[in-house]
Every structure is written in C-alpha cells, then in structure tokens.
T-cell receptor, first 113, second 116 residues
Framework: GENVEQHPSTLSVQEGDSAVIKCTYS??????FPWYKQELGKRPQLIIDIRSNVGEKKDQRIAVTLNKTAKHFSLHITETQPEDSAVYFC????????????FGQGTTLQVKP | DAGVIQSPRHEVTEMGQEVTLRCKPI?????LFWYRQTMMRGLELLIY????????DSGMPEDRFSAKMPNASFSTLKIQPSEPRDSAVYFC??????????????FGEGSRLTVL
C-alpha cells in the first residue's frame, strides 16, 4: 500500500525566513497531494493541494512543487509569520474514486518572532 | 453547511467500558473516513466508507473496534471494551468523490478520548 514519508519532523525558523517541508510517496498511481495545517487543539485544514498534471502551484506565500518521476513533493512557505506556527501534514491519495488519503507523520513548524 | 459534526468532543471513561463516537458528514459528501491521531503514530486511517459501504477497514486495530454507517448522514465508531492505549483524538472526515478525481477532505473537530 501507499507509504508517505515526511521530513523534517520539527522545523524552527526566524520570522521572515522561508520554510520547506518535503514528502515522498511510494504509490506511482497517486495523483492528488494535499497539505494540511493543524493548529494546537484544532482540526487539520487544507491549505493547498496539487494534482499530478502540474508541477507547481502557488497561493500567496505558500507553494507546492511535485516531482512525479522522483515521487516527492514539497511545501514552501515564504516570509514566515508567527501565525504560521503549527503542525503541517502532507498526504497522497491511493484510490481516486474513494478519496482515501495516507498522511505523513507531520512537521511541527515554529516561527520565532 | 455546518461542516462535519462529531460528538462527543471529549470523553473520559474507565477501562472496559464501551465507547461510541458519532459523526455527521457534510451533506452531499459520499465518502466518510475515521482517523485516529496520537503523538506516536500521527494520523492513522482506521476505516472508510463510500456511499455508506465500508471499503477498507484494514486500519482498524483489532476486533474491539467497529464502525457503521447506516445512512448517508450518520456514522459511528465503537470501541468495546476500551483500553488505556485507545486514548487518542478520533477524527471523522468527509469528502465528495466522483469522476475519478479526489476531492478535498474536510475534518470534524475531533473527539478526544481518555481511557483510565
């Protein structure tokens, strides 16, 4: 079955710096790769997603890149702010007909003011 | 829409007791998922339903866990008997799937279970 590996597990940056989180997946049939942000005590919420027909997608300060050949995708956050501090999860689908997602282990991002 | 609704938000019970968690998916969504979140194991998929039918329950830890979806607007996750190692946050999530394209997954607020 699908396996999603995420690195690093923790990341600390200064406010204004960039943050990059990387994920790899194992199932070559995966074609949907969302990223979720989970603030302390809250539910995970989608912040950006990418499908296999594109290599990059950007939404203001966040961007995601996808390399299907290498089976890896990355989240880039520029000009980080303290409110970006949270746990970030990557995921990959295994069955596009039912929406099953397998999540990475999560990255705890701390943005220091 | 109010989003995915879960109850209870918090449950504290004693080992051996039965626990029932409830979920109401977003109206119109045809896929429903139960995840368990712990510090050690992250977000684990326990079971998911498509059009009310269980598709994959390979993530269910053992026979003490069971899940049902009697109709499109309600699902339950039951643990009987509960054990301290079942303590976790249980999330229900739903999405709309069709045409071979995976849709956005929406999570409920979660049910925090503590088994003493």
């Amino acid at each position: 079955g699908e396996n999603v590996e995420q690195h690093p597990s923790t990341l600390s940056v200064q406010e204004g710096d960039s943050a990059v989180i990387k994920c790899t997946y194992s199932d070559s049939a995966s074609n949907y790769f969302p990223w979720y942000k989970q603030e302390l005590g809250k539910r995970p919420q989608l912040i950006i997603d990418i499908r296999s027909n594109v290599g990059e997608k950007k939404d203001q300060r966040i961007a995601v890149t996808l390399n299907k050949t290498a089976k890896h995708f990355s989240l880039h956050i520029t000009e980080t702010q303290p409110e970006d501090s949270a746990v970030y999860f990557c995921a990959a689908n295994t069955n596009s007909n039912t929406g099953k997602l397998i999540f990475g282990q999560g990255t705890t991002l701390q943005v220091k003011p | 829409d109010a989003g995915v609704i879960q109850s209870p938000r918090h449950e504290v019970t004693e080992m051996g007791q039965e626990v029932t968690l409830r979920c109401k998916p977003i109206s119109g969504h045809n896929s429903l998922f139960w995840y368990r979140q712990t510090m050690m194991r992250g977000l684990e998929l326990l079971i998911y339903f498509n059009n009310n039918v269980p598709i994959d329950d390979s993530g269910m830890p053992e026979d003490r866990f069971s899940a049902k979806m009697p109709n499109a607007s309600f699902s339950t996750l039951k643990i009987q008997p509960s054990e301290p190692r079942d303590s976790a946050v249980y999330f229900c999530a739903s999405s709309s799937q069709g045409g071979g394209s995976t849709g956005e997954l929406f999570f409920g607020e979660g049910s925090r279970l503590t088994v003493l």
